[in-house]
């Protein structure tokens, strides 16, 4: 064994335990490692270290209440999942595991307040043809934020694999670009293949590649998309932009979003992981097996889907299938 410096080692060490987490998840952890913080100065549980960790199951239990009175459930596991970071991060244990007061409370504040994300409402292709009709595709930025929305539908893509928060935190390595993107044939495109580089799913970032083909006017990602790109053009940043220069985020996609759907008269608690959730509830309707819409979505699932291979030519013919209905 060759010799080494400990204090090096150590600091390439803290560097791979950062590395563990895809800087998305620890942006999404840091509000909750904030407000548990705070919450344990405010209830003088602060360690002569300076930290909160390690925490015992009641400080956790208290903690959920507080944050029961302004907090969705689906947030408040994601706080969770937050504290448990924190305590790795600090080299302590899963302060999570056996506590089953607090499982009790979360399933309280569950009976409570309800569970958000079953709250949330598809956008299927009839919600879709709505949107367009609001629009102006003629103009860029309308032009833009159609193709973003049909490439969310038919790609089932989560917000983070399409949108970013600001120009400042783009990264091509990570962020959708329009050398991201590709056609099987410049004359007469059929499939639409689109690089995803980095998602919740993929903390290695091994990537993956989503094949869309034709759907049916004007329920098209790869007609939409490229018409975006003809008035885009190819240069470097995100492969979704503003005229002024903004990028497409994900507040700005829902606040539009919302906008539309408010002025059509269709109320409800519409995201923009609305789309995922449409593209999937249309699939089951449509008659899609469940196998090909896993596929579809790149959802984990059981190990019989390991056995199941679904060429991309395949997945690009279904697209067909999620406007099926539609009445434009």
């Known amino acids: 064994m060759g010799s080494f ?159 970013i928060p600001n120009l400042a935190s783009y990264s091509p390595s990570i962020h959708l670009g329009v050398a991201d993107t590709a056609v099987d044939s410049a004359s007469s495109p059929s499939c639409l293949r689109v690089q995803i580089k980095a998602s919740k799913t993929d903390p290695f970032r091994k990537g993956c590649f989503v094949h869309i083909g034709r759907g049916t006017y004007p329920l098209c990602a790869l007609q939409s998309l490229m018409s975006c790109l003809t008035i885009r053009g190819d240069g470097l940043g995100p492969l979704f932009l503003f005229q002024d220069g903004r990028p497409l985020s994900r507040p700005l996609l829902t606040a539009w979003l919302r906008h539309i759907l408010a002025s059509a008269g269709i109320c409800g608690n519409f995201s923009s992981h609305s789309f995922r959730i449409g593209a999937a509830t249309v699939a089951a309707r449509n008659g899609i097996p469940n196998h090909q819409i896993q596929a579809l979505g790149r959802w984990s699932s059981t190990a019989y889907l390991s056995y199941i291979r679904t060429r991309a030519e395949i997945l690009s013919k279904l697209s067909k299938r999620l406007t099926a209905g539609a009445t434009p």
């Open 5 to 163: 410096d400990v204090y090096t080692l150590e600091a390439q060490c803290n560097h791979l335990l950062v590395q563990g987490l895809a800087s998305s998840t620890r942006n999404s952890y840091a509000s909750g490692q904030r407000k548990f913080l705070e919450f344990c100065c405010q209830l003088g549980k602060i360690h002569p270290s300076g930290s909160p960790c390690p925490v015992d199951e009641w400080t956790l239990c208290l903690f959920l209440t507080f944050l029961a009175k302004t907090v969705q459930y689906s947030t408040i596991k994601v706080y969770l999942s937050a504290v448990r970071s924190l305590h790795i991060d600090q080299g302590f244990p899963d302060p999570l595991v056996n506590c089953l007061r607090l499982q009790r409370v979360l399933r309280g504040v569950e009976r409570t307040q309800g569970d958000a994300s079953s709250q949330r409402l598809p956008i299927t292709d009839n919600v879709l043809v709505v949107i367009f009709k609001a629009l102006n595709v003629n103009m860029p930025d309308h032009c833009m934020f159609w193709a973003a929305c049909c490439l969310a539908y038919f790609g089932f893509l989560r917000s983070a694999e399409f949108t």
